[in-house]
């Protein structure tokens, strides 16, 4: 499968852990998005980066967020101190062009 | 950014009648515009895109949206639903390299 892959597809957690997902984008693709949709709304941008670097952050990511793009291959988004706000689906996509490629996302539950 | 507004939380058809599911766009220059569905459970996929070579632009699974520039408008329709159309569709604008979700129109199809 070429597509964009996302690990875990599921997380449950206690509130005040921290968690780490991960995003394999399509190999050729050198701009990766996080999103982060919750039930019944659509997704809501978070960051983007081009190859390693990263160009732009919502202010919806708060300091508890931090994502990175080593190597300008995969990327992580880690959230440090977990809150039962946080609970969502985490979506990641990457692009070449115009049109971004969505992975199965990451449902996180913070219980 | 480009912005795009979803007129529609909800839209209900029955088997075989026409779908228009309604996308407003803001923006000062010319847009890049899109379409995504997203069924229970599962990734967003791609119907349609907009990139400026034709104002009726076809997709995958007999859906097809217009642009109208003097409307600011891009609604998504297909003249026949089938009970397989039922899930989330996003319209999507990708000024600035980053894709802007609009927050998605339920499409109910009734047998």
């Known amino acids: 499968d070429t597509g964009v892959s996302q690990n875990p597809r599921h997380k449950i957690t206690k509130r005040g852990q921290n968690v780490t997902f991960r995003c394999d984008p399509i190999?050729?693709?050198?701009?990766l998005y996080w999103y982060r949709q919750t039930l019944g709304q659509g997704p809501e941008f978070l960051t983007y980066?081009?190859?390693?670097?990263?160009?732009?952050k919502s202010r919806l990511l708060s300091d508890r967020f931090s994502a990175e793009r080593p190597k300008g291959s995969f990327s992580t988004l880690e959230i440090q101190r977990t809150e039962q706000g946080d609970s969502a689906m985490y979506l990641c996509?990457?692009?070449?062009?115009?049109?971004?490629?969505f992975g199965q996302g990451t449902r996180l539950t913070v219980v | 950014a480009q912005s795009v507004t979803q007129l529609d939380s909800h839209v209900s058809v029955s088997e075989g009648t026409p779908v228009l599911l309604r996308c407003n766009y803001s923006?000062?220059?010319?847009?890049?515009l899109f379409w995504y569905v997203q069924h229970p459970n599962k990734g967003l996929q791609l119907l349609l895109k907009?990139?400026?070579?034709?104002?009726l632009v076809k997709g995958i699974n007999g859906f097809e949206a217009e642009f109208k520039k003097s409307e600011t408008s891009f609604h998504l329709t297909k003249p026949s639903a089938h009970m397989s159309d039922a899930a989330e569709y996003f319209c999507?604008?990708?000024?600035?390299?980053?894709?802007?979700f609009g927050r998605g129109t339920s499409l109910i199809v009734h047998p």
């Open positions: 999507v604008g990708g000024g600035s390299y980053i894709p802007t």
């Open positions: 190999s050729e693709h050198n701009r």
């Open positions: 980066f081009q190859n390693e670097a990263q160009l732009e």
């Open positions: 923006s000062s220059y010319s847009p890049s």
């Open positions: 996509a990457s692009s070449l062009l115009d049109e971004a490629f």
């Open positions: 907009y990139t400026s070579a034709a104002t």
